[in-house]
C-alpha cells in the first residue's frame, strides 16, 4: 500500500478480506502495528494467485492500522474545557467563529487555522459545513474547548476533499470558540452600576464624555480609552459612534456602569477594523462621566437662602466668594477653602466664565447654592489643560461672602451727592485752562476718599482714572480743556465710559 500511495479501505468481517486477515485485525486500535502471519488454508489456499501468490503459500503482513469507524458510529463530543458562565449556546442558524487544529485519527495534522492566524468564520446548522461540524458546534459556548470526531460519511465520505483529506478518512477537529451571534440579535445591556440619584438620563442629541474597556468576546481586549487617559466624547443617536455604541448610550446615567454586547452587524460587520476582527461581537465595559445637551444652560440649586435676603447680586457688583469647584462625577478641581482665600471678581465683567456670571446673578450674602455648568458656558471643547477636561460639566458649590454693590452701566465712577457747577474749574487747580492726568487722578481720588464720589468697585483705580481721562482727552494730546470737558448726562451716549 504504501508503493501505491494510499491506505487500504475495507469493512472487517464482510468477506471482503481473506478469512485470516479478517481475523487477524480484530482488536486493533488505530497507530497500532503488528506482524501477521497467515497460513494458506485461511490465505488464498492451494491456488495462490496466479502471477502473485503462489500456492500453499504462508503470508506475512506488517500491518498499521490508521484508522477505524462503523457505519452506526455518530458524531462523538469531547469537551476539556468549558467556562463557568455560560450565558449562551451555539444554536442553528448562529454565526461562529472558532479556531481549530484538524487531524485525521493517527494524529496526522491536516490543516489548522492557528496556522493560518484567522479564525474560520461561518453559519452553523444550515449546510454551511460538512454535516459532523454542523452537529459538533452546537451547544458550545464562547470560550469553550471540544475536540469533535467526526467518521467520514458525515464528513468528505469516499472521495475525500480531493486536496488534503483522504476518501473514507475519520475527522477529529479541536476547536475553542471565540465568538457567537445570531443575524437577528440586537445589542444585550448589562447593567453593572446604576447611581441611587438619576436626575436625568441621556436622550439622542446629547453630548457624552465617558471612559470604556472593548473586548471580543473571549476577552481579548482591543481598545480602552483608560490607556489614553482620556475619556471618548461623543454625541448619542446622531452616527458619530457605530450603530450599538449609540443605541448603548441612550438612557444612561451620569456615574452608571454599563456593558454592552454589540453583534457585528452593529459594529464593525464582516470587513472589521484596526486590530478588530471581522464579524466580531464586541463588548464594551463603560463608565459615564458626565453628559449635556447643546441646549442646557446652567442650573442653579440654592441650597441656604439668609431670612434677610434684600440686596441680591447684578451686573456691575464686586463679589467675594468661596467655591469648590467639581466634575459631574465629583472629581475635585480646585477649592478657594485649600488656598485660603476668597475670589474676587466684579460681575458681568468677563472675569469668569460666562455660566458662572449667570450663576452668580441674583444671590444674596450667605446663601450657598451649587452651579451645573455646560461646557458652551464654561471650558469648551478644549477645556484647560492638565486642569480641566475638554467638554467637560462643572460643578461649583459656592457661598457668597461680601457684595459690594456696582454702578449703573456705562458708568465708571458717580457722584453721591450734586455735582459742582463749576467742576472743570475744582479740577483744574492752576487755572491754566488745562487738565493734566495728574491732576485729574488727584481730584478723583479726593472725591472718593471724602465719599463725594464712587469708583466702580473691583477694578484697578489707576486704570479706571486713566479710563476716564482718555475718554475726555479726545483729541488725544494728554490734556483735557474746558471744551473738551462733559459730563455723561451731557452728551449723546457713547460706546466707552466716562465722567
Given at each position: 500500500s504504501y508503493d501505491r500511495g494510499s491506505t487500504f479501505n475495507v469493512f472487517v468481517g464482510k468477506g471482503q478480506l481473506i478469512v485470516g486477515m479478517d481475523k487477524a485485525l480484530v482488536g486493533m486500535c488505530v497507530n497500532e502495528r503488528r506482524f501477521v502471519k497467515i497460513p494458506p488454508k485461511l490465505a488464498y489456499g492451494s491456488e495462490g494467485v496466479p502471477g502473485v501468490i503462489p500456492p500453499n503459500a504462508v503470508l506475512h503482513f506488517d500491518v498499521l492500522?490508521?484508522?477505524?469507524?462503523?457505519?452506526?458510529?455518530e458524531v462523538q463530543?469531547?469537551?476539556?474545557?468549558?467556562?463557568?458562565?455560560?450565558?449562551?449556546?451555539?444554536?442553528?442558524?448562529?454565526?461562529?467563529?472558532?479556531?481549530y487544529n484538524g487531524t485525521f485519527l493517527d494524529g496526522t495534522l491536516f490543516d489548522s487555522s492557528h496556522n493560518r492566524m484567522r479564525t474560520y468564520d461561518t453559519y452553523v446548522g444550515i449546510g454551511w459545513l460538512i454535516p459532523g461540524m454542523d452537529q459538533g458546534l452546537l451547544g458550545m459556548c464562547v470560550g469553550e474547548k471540544r475536540i469533535i470526531t467526526i467518521p467520514p460519511f458525515l464528513a468528505y465520505g469516499e472521495d475525500g476533499d480531493g486536496k488534503e483529506i483522504p476518501g473514507q478518512a475519520s475527522l477529529v477537529f479541536d476547536v475553542v470558540l471565540l465568538d457567537l451571534h445570531n443575524p437577528k440579535d440586537g445589542i444585550a445591556i448589562e447593567n453593572q452600576l446604576v447611581p441611587a440619584s438619576c436626575e436625568r438620563r441621556s436622550q439622542t442629541g446629547d453630548f457624552?464624555?465617558?471612559?470604556?474597556?472593548?473586548?471580543l468576546l473571549d476577552g481579548t481586549?482591543?481598545?480602552?480609552?483608560?490607556?489614553?487617559?482620556?475619556?471618548?466624547?461623543?454625541?448619542?443617536g446622531k452616527g458619530y459612534v457605530i450603530a450599538g455604541m449609540d443605541e448603548g448610550l441612550l438612557g444612561v446615567c451620569t456615574g452608571e456602569k454599563r456593558r454592552i454586547i454589540i453583534?457585528?452587524?452593529?459594529?464593525?460587520?464582516?470587513?472589521?477594523?484596526?486590530?478588530?476582527?471581522?464579524?466580531?461581537?464586541?463588548?464594551?465595559d463603560i463608565h459615564v462621566v458626565d453628559f449635556h445637551n447643546p441646549s442646557d444652560s446652567v442650573s442653579i440649586t440654592v441650597n441656604y437662602k439668609p431670612s434677610n435676603c434684600t440686596i441680591l447680586s447684578k451686573k456691575g457688583d464686586y463679589l467675594k466668594y468661596h467655591y469648590n469647584a467639581s466634575l459631574l462625577d465629583g472629581t475635585l478641581l480646585d477649592?478657594?477653602?485649600?488656598?485660603?482665600?476668597?475670589y474676587n471678581i466684579v460681575l458681568g465683567s468677563g472675569q469668569v466664565v460666562v455660566g458662572m456670571d449667570m450663576g452668580l446673578q441674583d444671590m444674596c450674602v450667605g446663601e450657598r447654592r451649587t452651579v451645573v455648568?455646560?461646557?458652551?458656558?464654561?471650558?469648551?471643547?478644549?477645556g484647560v489643560e492638565g486642569e480641566v477636561p475638554g467638554s467637560a460639566v462643572l460643578v461649583f458649590d459656592i457661598e457668597l461672602l461680601e457684595l459690594v454693590s456696582g454702578l449703573p452701566e456705562g458708568y465708571m465712577f458717580v457722584w453721591n451727592g450734586e455735582v459742582s457747577p463749576n467742576l472743570f474749574e475744582e479740577i483744574d487747580q492752576n487755572h491754566d485752562g488745562e487738565v493734566?492726568?495728574?491732576?485729574?487722578?488727584?481730584?478723583?481720588?479726593?472725591?472718593?476718599?471724602?465719599?463725594?464720589?464712587?469708583?466702580?468697585?473691583?477694578?484697578?483705580?489707576?486704570k479706571i482714572v486713566k479710563n476716564m481721562f482718555t475718554n475726555q482727552d479726545r483729541d488725544g494730546n494728554g490734556k483735557v480743556t474746558a471744551e473738551e470737558f462733559k459730563l455723561k448726562d451731557q452728551e449723546a451716549k457713547e460706546e466707552h465710559d466716562e465722567l
Open positions: 492500522l490508521i484508522d477505524l469507524w462503523n457505519s452506526e458510529d463530543i469531547q469537551t476539556y474545557f468549558k467556562p463557568e458562565k455560560c450565558p449562551r449556546t451555539v444554536q442553528v442558524s448562529d454565526f461562529v467563529r472558532y479556531h457624552l464624555r465617558y471612559h470604556y474597556n472593548g473586548t481586549l482591543f481598545d480602552s480609552s483608560y490607556s489614553r487617559n482620556r475619556t471618548y466624547d461623543t454625541y448619542v453583534p457585528p452587524h452593529l459594529g464593525y460587520g464582516e470587513e472589521g477594523r484596526g486590530n478588530i476582527p471581522g464579524s466580531a461581537v464586541l463588548v464594551f477649592s478657594t477653602h485649600s488656598l485660603g482665600k476668597t455648568i455646560p461646557p458652551h458656558l464654561g471650558y469648551g471643547e478644549d493734566l492726568l495728574e491732576e485729574f487722578s488727584e481730584y478723583i481720588q479726593t472725591q472718593v476718599d471724602s465719599g463725594k464720589g464712587k469708583l466702580a468697585p473691583g477694578f484697578d483705580f489707576e
